[in-house]
């Protein structure tokens, strides 16, 4: 049966937002329009990141191509295309970038109303090393008629309207809610469109892996330190969970979305805010985090009531299954 060996029902991922327009009879497909430039965004760093390596070799000379032009890192190329593929859409009016210091305001004449925040190429430092890296972004809607101003993106996560991520990995594979649950969706290279692949992803109740950059012990607070203990040295008899870290914030959150356990970057006397960007690192994951049943901390609350008072402002991040955010939390409330 060919049914069987193949994929003949093919749910890309503009049928999938499609659908999910048409149970809002009062949607200008706005939306849709939307995703499809992000996906677009994704596609362009995807071929890019897989040419990386061959890139670089033509460009050894001097930093120049065969063109003659100059190499682009590729953090910045992929910054400037997410940042074209918003603005041309026409439907954004601020972007905030992890890449930009300032936040870009949409010209009035291709102005929208969504303002995306993202981080266009996360984990960099593994670019050269070829593991996984990907882009982050969230969305937020402003009101009808009224000037954006920086206010509109300076909100708590929980007022975003939809976040995602993609990761380019061994495969390509874009993760998105739009907040009735997420939704997996792995690239075809053949067909160059994102299939859906993981639908209704729900992230294990308990999971059996820890991920943390433990190089940071000495400095970490007390109930981060205990909670890495107790991972190692469970107290009730259990076995220890697993290390798992990558570096890169969209693989290592990935997978604790898809076999549970937790992914910490918490405070340290060095950083007494952690290092990782609220509105386009910490956010979009904790969206996606409790869309699919599990919790996102950031030591004092739950991660989406923060409100940011800057766009690159940063925070403390515990993220994951239900069951092992519940017993980070028990030790910053017992310390409290
Ligand atoms: P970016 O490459 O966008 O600057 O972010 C890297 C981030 C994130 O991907 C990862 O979780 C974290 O940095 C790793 O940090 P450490 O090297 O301190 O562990
Ligand atoms: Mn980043
Ligand atoms: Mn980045």
């Known amino acids: 049966h060919a049914a069987d060996a193949h994929r ?7 049928r999938h937002a499609l659908n999910e327009q048409s149970k809002f009879p009062e949607s200008r497909g706005d939306f849709t329009i939307l995703l499809s430039h992000i ?11 897989n040419k990386a390596g ?59 109303k969504y303002c995306v925040v ?19 972004f969230g969305i937020y809607l402003v009101e009808d008629g009224v000037e954006p101003t920086l206010d509109d993106v300076l909100q708590p996560g929980k007022n975003m309207v939809a976040a995602g991520y993609c990761m380019y990995g061994s495969s390509c594979t874009l993760v998105l809610s739009t907040g009735g649950g997420v939704n997996g969706f792995t690239l075809d290279p053949s067909l160059g469109e994102f299939i859906l692949t993981h639908p209704d992803i729900k992230i294990p109740k308990k999971g059996k892996i820890y991920s943390v950059n433990e190089g940071n012990a000495k400095n970490w607070d007390s109930p981060t330190a205990k909670y890495v203990e107790k991972c190692k040295y469970p107290e009730d008899g259990s076995a220890p969970k697993s290390l798992r870290y990558i570096g890169s914030m969209v693989a290592d959150v990935h997978r604790t979305l898809l076999y549970g356990g937790i992914f910490l970057y ?29 919790q996102a901390f950031t030591g004092k609350e739950r991660a989406l009531d923060l409100i940011p008072t800057s766009i690159h402002e940063r925070s403390p991040i515990f993220l994951g299954s239900y069951d092992d955010v519940e017993e980070i939390k028990a030790l910053y409330a017992a310390e409290a």
């Open 39 to 49: 996906v677009l965004g994704c596609k362009f760093v995807c071929t890019a990141v």
């Open 266 to 294: 918490p405070a340290d006397k060095k950083s007494p805010n952690g290092k990782l960007r609220v509105l386009y690192e910490v956010f979009p994951m904790a969206f996606l985090m409790e869309q699919a049943g599990g």
């Open 54 to 112: 061959l890139a670089k070799l033509i460009g050894l000379a001097g930093e120049t191509n065969v063109q003659g032009e100059e190499q682009k890192k590729l953090d910045v190329l992929s910054n400037e295309v997410f940042i074209k593929a918003l603005v041309s859409s026409g439907r954004t009016c601020i972007l905030v970038s992890e890449e930009d210091e300032e936040a870009t305001f949409v010209a009035e004449s291709s102005r929208g």
């Open 118 to 136: 993202f981080d266009p190429l996360d984990g960099s430092s593994n670019i050269d090393c070829g593991v996984s890296i990907g882009t982050i």
């Open 8 to 14: 003949t029902d093919l749910m890309t991922i503009t």
